[in-house]
């Protein structure tokens, strides 16, 4: 994988982190609950008002467990994790990659987390819109950089790698860390299973070089992370679906929904961080 930097390189940076965003212990016994218990109904409260005070006291503690979501701080966060291997699996299988970095400089250069000299901002999340095309069962679709993996491709990490560097330009084996692999997710597309599974891998970038976009790739954009983490870009999709229009959760960037796969991956890495 040629100069992939794995979290070992970054071991002491992760340290720092970790004891400028000490986690606050969860009451009683300093374990996570389950599930957060709901509020108990009270008269003449709407049900809304009800699902809105606790969505906030939820993400409220959220705030308590991950204080900062700099990039420093995501990665002491994920540095404990092992990576997965590859699954044996007879489904076809695509690798995509969430890809984070520190905010951008004045010139739009991302700041490298391990030059320092000034405060860190919360870590942005590359996002790019898929380029519209008929046979494309997720045209259009907001999405993390990648694809299916190739025969020639050695893992599934090597295809996150390979997509990524031919869609954006990004070439992670000499600019990124490599910080998680996520769970698999089976693919849905319109409603059904599509007889593949997506793995996802987290990164950070040490630096940022210019985004050069495929035919494949109609934009991209970098996007705060915190915000998306935190809730507050939260919303409903509704999606309709042999004529019923289901209400789906998503997340709000700007005017763009990302929803579906990318929801449910994104949602898994907010979990980790949480957690």
Known sequence: ??????????????????????????PGSGERPARLASRPAASGIPERRRRALNSDRYYAILTTVLSSYDLAAIMARLDAR??????????????????????????????????????????????????????????????????????????????AIRETREEVGIDLAAHGTLLARLPEVPAVARGRRAGMIVAPFVFALRSTPELTLSDEVAEALWTPLGPLARGERTSRYAYTHEGNVLQLPCLLVDERVVWGLTYLMLKQLFEVLHR
């Not at 340290?15 to 400028?20: E, I, M």
């Not at 044996?88 to 970095?101: H, K, P």
């Not at 700041?111 to 259009?140: F, K, M, Q, V, Y």
Request: hydrophobic share 45%; no cysteine; glycine share 10%.
């Open 1 to 26: 994988m040629g100069h992939l930097r794995h979290r070992g390189s970054l071991t002491v940076l992760a340290r720092r982190a970790a004891a400028r965003h000490a986690v606050a212990p969860w």
């Open 82 to 159: 092992e990576a997965a291997l590859d699954l044996l699996t007879q489904e076809r299988q695509a690798a995509v990659a969430a890809i984070l970095r520190a905010p951008a400089g004045p010139l739009g250069t991302a700041h490298d987390p391990l030059a320092g000299g000034r405060e860190p901002g919360e870590a942005e999340l590359l996002l790019i819109r898929r380029a519209e095309h008929p046979a494309d069962p997720w045209s259009g679709h907001m999405a993390l950089p990648g694809g299916r993996r190739e025969p020639a491709d050695e893992s599934l990490l090597a295809t």
